[in-house]
Each structure stands twice: as structure tokens, then as C-alpha cells.
């Protein structure tokens, strides 16, 4: 069974409780942040660490611990479970408050480490489906634990065939996906939206990996733009880089993951890699 962190102790996934009246669950007030390890080697842990920071600053949630400790209650918590490749939920919730409205400066810190469950094959060789969906997330530089319109949005999603959900906002920009971030290429010109959106971490590995292979513009892209998209792709921890060949009703290109995107696989691939062998 699952080894996780919590409250200064290491404990199995079923004796992992938290109490009812933590303001994470009666007002969804908290924050968390997710990634994965290549070779068992936690994927830039430090940079999630310090967006979990970012998240808790922008939300006015303490800190429980500092930014090192959480760096090792990670790695010894990642050390307790016997796993080959796992996926690493670090989690700060308001705690228990006074009168269920008002935090009680007792965040609880959580450390969730559990296998990867690799996506099918078939996307990342054929690419996905997604839909837009108009909304605007509150806080978008926080990854709070509120995802109420991702939930059902990516329900809606699934309902079409999608896999993803793109937010598009009030003035009709694409924004991010419910738990990616999007990137589209106008010929060799790769785009991906710049503000109100979280900054991904695999996002800006991606931009750093392919600032010398494509023009690279960080900018507002438009619904009415799509188009003239010659291809996309989403990208978040979990899923990496995944091209995307259906946007709402419309087929990009012949409808396969275009040799641009499979490029940015290839490279994110290699670092990944390369990444997990203790480079970089
Ligand atoms: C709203 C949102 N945007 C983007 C991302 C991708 O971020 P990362 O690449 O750090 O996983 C996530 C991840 O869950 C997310 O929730």
C-alpha cells in the first residue's frame, strides 16, 4: 500500500485522515501542486515547490513548512513507497478553523505518493480531442484546490469524445485546459498564451527546450485564430506533451499529430530522459 505524508507523520494511504472541519474540504480552501518522477528522480521538484509556495502566498495560506523541508518530507516520503515511476501530490489545506469560515493558522501539509498510471499510447501516436468551454479560473497563477468548473467541464469533454477542456475567456482568448496548458503553431511560429493562465512547469521547460528551434511568441491568441492553426499541442506533468488533431469541430491539418508537434515530443523526450539519469 501507498506511503503517505501527513501531519509530521509517514502513515499507509487508508490511515491518511483529515479532519472534517479542514476548511480544504468544508470551503475548498487550499493548494497543491503535482508532478512525477523520471528514473525515480522527482521532476523538477524544486520549481513545483516553489509555485506551491506562490499558490499559498496568492491564496493567504500559510506556509507549514519551509520550502527545504518540504523538499524533505518529499524525498522521504517518495523513499518509503517501493515503486518503479510514481506521480507526487504535495497538498496544503487550510486546516481546521474556529468558525468554518476563518483560517486557524493550522494549514496541514500532505504527501501523496502513488504509481503512474500511464496514459494510452494511442494518443501521443494519434493525437486527442478537445472542446473549449468559456470560463475564467479565479486566482489562475494559484493551483488552488478548487477545480468545481474543471470537473465539469472535462465531464461535458468526455461526453464529446474530448479529452481535454480548453478555457477560453470573456474576450473570446484561449487561455489553458483544466489541467494543461496550450501551445498552437502558425507555421514555424509556436504560441502559447502568456497571462491569466498557470505558469506550467512543463510549459516552461518546453519553452526553454525549443527557444532555439522555433520563433517562439507568448501572446494572446483568439477562438477566431484557430483556423489558422497548423497544429497543437497541450502539456502538463502528467501528460506531457499531447498532440491535439480536433478542436472543437474542427480537424487540424490531415487530423494526425504534425511533424512540428512530434518534434517537441521527440526533445521533451530526450531531456526527459536525460532528465531521470541524474542530467541537468
Ligand atoms: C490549470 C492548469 N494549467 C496548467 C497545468 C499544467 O501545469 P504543469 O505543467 O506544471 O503540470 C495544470 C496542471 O495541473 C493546471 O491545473
Redesign the pocket.
Known sequence: MNVFYIDDHFVKEDQAMISVNDLGLLRGYGVF???RTYNLRPF?LE??IR?LETSARLLDLPMPRTRRQILDITMKTLSRNDLTEANIRIVITGGVSPDSITPGNSPKLLVMVTPQHPYPEEWYRNGVAVITTCHE?YI?GA?STH?LP?IIALSRARRENAVEAV?TDRYNRIL??????FFAFFGDHLVTPGIA?????????VLKLMQNEFDIDIRDIQKNEIPMMDEIFI?????EILPVVRMDDRTLGDGTPGPRTRWVMKIFAAYTCAYGEGKD
Open positions: 501542486d503535482f508532478l523538477h520549481d513545483h509555485r479560473r489562475p493551483k477545480y474543471a478555457y489553458e485546459g483544466t489541467t494543461t496548458n493562465v498557470l505558469p506550467g512547469i512543463t510549459r516552461q521547460v502539456t502538463a506533468s502528467n501528460k
